[in-house]
T-cell receptor, first 113, second 112 residues
Framework: DAKTTQPPSMDCAEGRAANLPCNHS???????VYWYRQIHSQGPQYIIH???NNETNEMASLIITEDRKSSTLILPHATLRDTAVYYC??????????????FGQGTELSVKP | DGGITQSPKYLFRKEGQNVTLSCEQN?????MYWYRQDPGQGLRLIYY???????QKGDIAEGYSVSREKKESFPLTVTSAQKNPTAFYLC???????????FGPGTRLTVL
């Protein structure tokens, strides 16, 4: 699986958009980009994933660059409850490596009032 | 409500004792996973199971054992052979062939 690079921490004002970047310059053509988040002392929560097209769901939007070497997770109106560690994960289909998700250090997002 | 439950939330054991962590899901998921998380670190895979009566070692299986006798249950035993068992343990499940994993609330194990 491709390695990902994320900033260790970011701040965002409540009500503003939070834009979390992720670099995955070695991504291969059949690898997807997944985003999870982990609120302190809880289990991770799936947010969104994509292959090459931009994706949006009720939680967030995912913007993947045309060369697929980087992506941005957008929380359109951040709230205090969005304070968490956000993980960007790149991987192939689940049957490779038994569906293992490789969680790196992630980005610690702090939403401030 | 469907979901994954882990019990207990906090667990204390004396060094040298085996301890079993519970993980149950009613999502009808085929695949289940155990991860370990140390302070300030990401998750590391201990064991996973894609089907009943079958499981595979993850990256850090030494000192751990699992069983998968029922689709709904995937208990993890932390044995005395695990050198540093104090950690936050997370169980997850997924539909076979999908990468969206659903996580339980975790069990924080402290070995005294």
């Amino acid at each position: 699986d491709a390695k990902t690079t994320q900033p260790p921490s970011m701040d965002c004002a409540e009500g503003r958009a939070a834009n979390l970047p992720c670099n995955h310059s070695t991504i291969s053509g059949n690898e997807y980009v997944y985003w999870y988040r982990q609120i302190h002392s809880q289990g991770p929560q799936y947010i969104i994933h994509g292959l090459k097209n931009n994706e949006t769901n009720e939680m967030a939007s995912l913007i993947i660059t045309e060369d697929r070497k980087s992506s941005t997770l957008i929380l359109p109106h951040a709230t205090l409850r969005d304070t968490a560690v956000y993980y960007c994960i790149v991987r192939e289909g689940a049957y490779n490596q038994g569906g293992k998700l490789i969680f790196g250090q992630g980005t610690e997002l702090s939403v401030k009032p | 409500d469907g979901g994954i439950t882990q019990s207990p939330k906090y667990l204390f054991r004396k060094e040298g004792q085996n301890v079993t962590l519970s993980c149950e899901q009613n999502l009808n998921h085929d695949a289940m996973y155990w991860y370990r998380q140390d302070p300030g670190q990401g998750l590391r895979l201990i064991y996973y199971s894609q089907i009943v009566n079958d499981f595979q070692k993850g990256d850090i299986a030494e000192g751990y054992s699992v069983s998968r006798e029922k689709k709904e249950s995937f208990p993890l035993t932390v044995t005395s052979a695990q050198k540093n068992p104090t950690a936050f343990y997370l169980c997850a499940s997924s539909i076979a062939g999908r990468n969206e994993q659903f996580f339980g609330p975790g069990t924080r194990l402290t070995v005294l």
